[in-house]
């Protein structure tokens, strides 16, 4: 579908249809029919279903596929010694939706296949690349693939267990991976990262415009902090005597939005808690929850961080209730690069569309490659800013525009 722009040339355009068809076909895979939400997490046979769907799809646009060390799927398309390498996942956080990561490796997919068609000839390789568990929702520990190709993963993060006692390198052997020794997954041949994701957030929406060009990404540390009360007899213990786990983890969440109330930088979220031994009859004698802490400023999180743990240790001694924490993961803040994002304003202006730069609230895969390579991000609008949710929703419109002003900086870098 030729698109008329401002200066009346008519230029290439990605086949919308066959996009949004592999949108629609993905999202199927991990989809709770009754929710709409999708769940499909790292090593699963949920995963490995929606992998083979996206190997067909990389194989289709005439790329050769491969599995890197740690389970990241990378598509290669052409040769060269530098390589644009573009990506994003295809795993899911809890209920989530169809767009989050999903938009991004099937519109980089659809740029190549485009290329193909139109028989260019890039000088440098393109790779495709759908980064292995990139939400960690399964083990609390995420962006795995992109971590091992920055060269920032460890043996000791491996070790993180899932709910049933899985580590993530038992999880890998399962499906016939060999993640060690892990500098095999490292790349040093990345000449620029881009990524286009859907903006999560309701900048976007609120300017008015179909894409952005993100200037910085916060990044997230998830804490897990750990309240040790006393379980007893819901009925034959009276109050003043009680070490209740769960009011003083309730009293420390509160506490901690509290402190978040006017600041406008950094964002504190509790998303998981877990109660023992969970009866009805029971006063809870342990509670277990998380805390994800994210700026776009290193130091404001480490401040933040300290300031928080100082507030719930005052809880907890205060109620006689010990207090322990963890780090789960601790991820750098990262910043674009500037010329990536001129190139993209320049694809955006073509179409007539006014560039807006934003950062990103939201962490992305491209805060670790930032480690070794340039980066660039470009955002697509989220309908009320929702996501983390089956309500997630892009517009094809804004989908089409997006993949065309993506596939233009991928052709102009590639040359
Ligand atoms: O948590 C995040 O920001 C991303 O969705 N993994
Ligand atoms: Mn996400
Ligand atoms: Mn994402």
Known sequence: ??????????????????????????SQIGRNEE???????????????????????????????????????????????????????????????????????????????????????PSKKIEVVAFKDEEGTRFGFGLIGSRAMAGLLTHQQLQQNDEAGISIEEAMKQFQLSPFPLEKAKRNDIRAYLEMHIEQGKVLEIEDLPVGVVTGIAAPLWLEVT??????????????????????????????EQMLKDTT????????????????????????????????????????????????????????????????QR?????????????LKDSIEKYGIRSHSLISGAGHDAMNIAAVAPIGMLFVRSKDGISHNPLEYSSS??????????????VELAK
């Open 1 to 26: 579908m030729p698109f008329p722009i401002p200066n009346e040339r008519v230029i290439v355009m990605i086949n919308d249809s066959r996009l949004l068809q592999h949108l629609q076909d993905l």
């Open 35 to 121: 929710t709409g939400g999708i769940n499909r997490f790292s090593f699963t046979p949920e995963e490995q279903q929606a992998i083979e769907l996206v190997v067909s799809y990389m194989e289709e646009a005439g790329m050769t596929v491969v599995v890197d060390a740690v389970g990241n799927i990378i598509g290669t398309y052409g040769e060269g010694n530098e390589t644009i390498m573009l990506g994003s996942h295809i795993d899911t956080v809890p209920e989530g939706g169809k767009y989050d990561g999903a938009l991004g490796v099937l519109a980089a997919i659809e740029v190549v296949q485009t290329i193909h068609e139109q028989q260019l000839s």
């Open 227 to 256: 309240v040790t009360g006393v379980s007893e007899h819901a009925g034959a213990t009276p109050m003043p005597t009680r070490h209740d786990a769960l009011t003083a983890a309730s009293e420390m969440i509160l506490a901690i």
């Open 265 to 328: 930088d950094s964002v504190a979220t509790v998303g998981k808690l877990n109660v023992r031994p969970n009866g009805v009859n029971v006063i809870p004698g342990k509670v277990t929850f998380t805390i994800d802490i994210r700026d776009i400023d290193e130091q404001r999180i480490s401040t933040l961080e300290n300031a928080i743990l100082k507030q719930l240790q005052k809880i907890a001694e205060r109620r006689n209730v010990p207090l322990s924490s963890q780090v789960l």
């Open 331 to 343: 991820v750098k803040p990262a910043k674009t690069d500037a010329t990536l994002q001129q190139q």
């Open 397 to 410: 419109e804004d989908i089409v525009i997006a993949t065309n002003i993506f596939y233009d900086t991928v």
